[in-house]
């Protein structure tokens, strides 16, 4: 039952980011910046949540079961919220204070295959994290990996 | 005495002297390859490691697959952008961009004409260990041969065992875009006289772990490559030793990764090269990306080994800016 919700939630998730990113010609700037800010958010969101398992995974907090999984579910449930807003045309490194790098729209595919597999990743993590420390140490290597999968390609060196 | 006696006699002389640059330089410059012994013994180790089967680990307790994920071959020889289950097809193609010119990473995938299959097992160990291809000539230390001429040549040798167990690829290699006098191999033999140096550059690890650390780091993982600046001529600063270089490719900097720069925790370090995560849950990016799928392949033991060899770094050593041993 909760199984199927939640691969009812990730299949919506990708299909819903899969969709068209706005036109953005008439953006003006202002609107550019506070959708680099709710991206930003966004991720910190992501940050505050993966550190509580990070914490768990590397044995500086004490695993603890039902805390594990509410983070997971945190963390599953930001992945498949819709993002089509973030990212108007115009909002990369190029023009503002962003390391979004231009290659998002131009290879938006990629971009979104990239998302759909921190879906999945999160869903797994989701369902292992509640198991035992073994169980969430061992997932949230792909977590890692599926972040990386979009960071790699289409974020700006430092 | 006639004038024409002591022309020719003047004549002689500047000969003699360019025979004697010449030899000189041929001495100077003349490849230094593994010797018989060393080659022998460590692929006859390696040959009794594989009877046991390709995931059998060697002496060193490293499988060939494991060495090769730690010496990142995949990095640069995997076609660029190529998806992580495509990586170990070594097709090459990926440019290393660099003062000195733009480096082409070759194909060295078991393909018998574009790649490495026709090669002996013994070219294949010079090649890695010393930089000296085939042919006799001198490889550009882009490919790090001073790093792994560090390493067990048995655990090379299970290297050569499982590069060649790899799907082959028919992509010819591309020519490096290299200017003068780099783009003369010969030269290159100088340089590896100044700055190829075997010895550890880390002298005493008398802690086991450190030690192992110090192999992983010091011998295949090449951090070093990166992480320390280099001198004008491209030597490795081993004063400097990972305490961070500017990036080759001219924009920001590689960090600094002695105890001075990474105020991490050996639990995070080690959980970084398994994940990618950094303390602050931010991700490895760009080339460190990389490295982190190589590396998070590796026992968890292995990586805390790195992690205890990089907290065990003098904290602050500061670059001499001379990169000659």
């Given amino acids: 039952m909760r199984h199927s919700s939640l691969l009812l939630a990730g299949l919506l998730g990708a299909t819903v980011t899969a969709t068209a990113v706005l036109g953005a010609a008439h953006m003006d700037p202002k609107a550019l910046e506070d959708a680099v800010a709710a991206r930003q958010a966004h991720m910190k969101l992501y940050a505050f949540n993966l550190g509580l398992l990070g914490g768990m995974a590397k044995g500086e907090v004490d695993y603890d079961a039902s805390a594990a999984e509410a983070a997971a579910a945190n963390l599953s449930a930001l992945a498949s919220v819709d993002q089509t807003r973030y990212w108007p045309e115009g909002s990369d490194a190029e023009a503002l204070k962003t390391r979004a790098l231009p290659d998002i729209w131009t290879k938006m595919d990629e971009f979104e295959t990239a998302q759909d597999a921190l879906i999945q990743a999160t869903m797994s993590l989701e369902e292992a994290a509640g198991t035992d420390l073994a169980a969430l140490q061992g997932a949230m290597g792909d977590v890692g990996k599926s972040c990386g999968g979009c960071h790699k390609p289409f974020r700006k060196p430092e | ?325």
């Avoid at chain 2, 010119?101 to 070219?123: C, E, Y």
């Avoid at chain 2, 100044?194 to 690890?205: C, K, P, R, S, T």
């Fill in chain 2, 1 to 325: 005495m006639g004038a024409g006696r002591r022309g020719l006699g003047a004549g002689l002389v500047m000969l003699g002297l360019l025979a004697v640059g010449l030899g000189a330089y041929w001495l100077l410059t003349r490849p230094a390859p593994l010797s018989g012994a060393q080659l022998s013994g460590a692929l006859a180790a390696a040959e009794a490691v594989e009877a046991g089967g390709a995931a059998t680990p060697g002496a060193s307790g490293l499988s060939g697959q494991q060495v090769f994920d730690a010496a990142g071959c995949a990095s640069c020889h995997a076609a660029p952008g190529a998806e992580p289950a495509d990586r170990p097809v070594l097709a090459g193609g990926k440019r290393f961009a660099t003062p000195f010119g733009t480096f082409v990473a070759p194909n060295i995938s078991p393909d018998p004409k574009a790649g490495i299959g026709a090669w002996t097992d013994a070219q294949l160990m010079n090649a890695i260990m010393r930089g000296i291809s085939p042919g006799g000539a001198h490889y550009y230390p882009a490919f790090p041969y001073a790093t792994y001429g560090r390493a067990d040549p048995a655990d090379i040798a299970l290297l050569v065992a499982h590069l060649r167990g790899l799907p082959a690829d028919a992509t010819p290699s591309q020519p490096h875009e290299i200017g003068f006098p780099f783009n003369i191999r010969r030269n290159m033999g100088i340089w590896k006289r100044l700055f190829v140096d075997h010895d550890w550059v880390v002298a005493n690890a008398a802690e086991p772990q450190i030690a192992r650390g110090r192999y992983l780091v010091e011998a295949l993982a090449h951090c070093g490559e990166c992480h320390t600046p280099r001198n004008a001529l491209g030597g490795i600063d081993r004063g400097a030793w990972l305490s961070g270089a500017p990036n080759p490719t001219g924009k920001g900097r590689i960090p600094d990764i002695t105890p001075r720069g990474l105020s991490w925790s050996e639990a995070d370090i080690a959980n970084y090269l398994k994940t990618g995560f950094t303390p602050e849950y931010d991700t490895a990016g760009a080339e460190m990306a990389e490295v982190v799928e190589n590396l998070s392949k590796l026992p968890e033991t292995e990586l805390k080994a790195i992690a205890a060899y990089l907290k065990s770094l003098p904290a602050g050593s500061e670059g001499t800016g001379d990169g000659a041993k």
